[in-house]
């Protein structure tokens, strides 16, 4: 019988990226604001702004739950209102817990929670502080989580550098920029959405049945090496 995975936020990007990878193997359920890019997958609707989740679809039991809502508001400090703070906390932290305390009761033993954050949480970065403060939120959390819901349940968090995505658009938006953000990684280039979802497929699957209660850092070596 195939798993049931809900992500929250799969129609385009990393999570969409996500789904396409797991649809030949899992029941794929997407909860996002609209059908854009989904195929082959079952929709709910979902927006992070509204925390509105409709369940009524969903399975009684899922094995796995993956939230991919996320922002990159990149700005001096002295140009960020509290309201930024607030708007990035929300979207980036306190809809998530809100989605995930509305499917708590439906994660089956052995089910895999995934989250993403950001490299700039462990590894200062200007410019940063908005986003990273929220992504800090979501790994204390993921921690504590994955702590209080052993054995049962395992939670994991992934922590990307710059991803080309349409979340990205305007910092690599001319080759110039994107040559620029390659070079600042050891590897050379700037993340893809497979280089990500191939993690997040990993950890939703049993092959990763004794991870739990980590951040895993795919960011091109840019946070540990310098070269």
């Known amino acids: 019988m195939k798993k049931n995975i809900l992500l929250i936020g799969g129609s385009y990007g990393i999570g969409n990226a996500i789904a396409e990878q797991l649809n030949n193997d899992y029941n794929v359920f997407i909860a996002s604001r ?7 997958a079952n929709h709910i609707l979902f ?8 369940v009524t679809t969903l399975p009684n039991e899922l094995h796995g739950f993956v939230y991919c809502p996320g922002s990159i508001n990149l700005k001096p400090l002295k140009m960020l ?3 930024a703070f607030e708007k990035d906390m929300h979207i980036n932290f306190f809809s ?15 089910s895999s929670v995934v989250f993403f954050s950001t490299v700039a949480v ?7 502080t908005s986003v990273a403060a929220s992504k800090g939120a979501i790994e204390g959390f993921a921690k504590s989580l994955a702590a209080e819901y052993a054995p049962k349940i395992r939670v994991n968090v992934i922590a990307p550098s710059l991803i080309d995505t349409p979340l990205a658009k305007r910092l690599l938006n001319n080759d110039k ?37 980590q951040v895993l850092k795919v960011d091109g070596g840019i946070s540990t090496l310098k070269i």
């Not at 998530?96 to 052995?110: G, H, Y």
């Not at 462990?122 to 940063?128: C, E, V």
């Open 81 to 83: 209102g509290a309201d």
């Open 34 to 40: 609209t059908k854009e890019r989904i195929e082959n």
């Open 177 to 213: 920029k994107r040559e620029a953000m390659a070079e600042r990684h050891p590897l050379k280039r700037v993340g893809n959405v497979l280089d990500i979802a191939n993690v997040a497929v990993l950890l939703l699957s049993d092959k990763s049945s004794w991870i739990t209660g």
């Open 122 to 128: 462990q590894t200062g970065m200007p410019f940063h």
């Open 96 to 110: 998530l817990i809100k989605a995930f305390k509305t499917i708590e009761s439906r994660l089956a033993d052995n």
């Open 47 to 54: 927006n992070a702004l509204t925390d509105e989740l409709d």
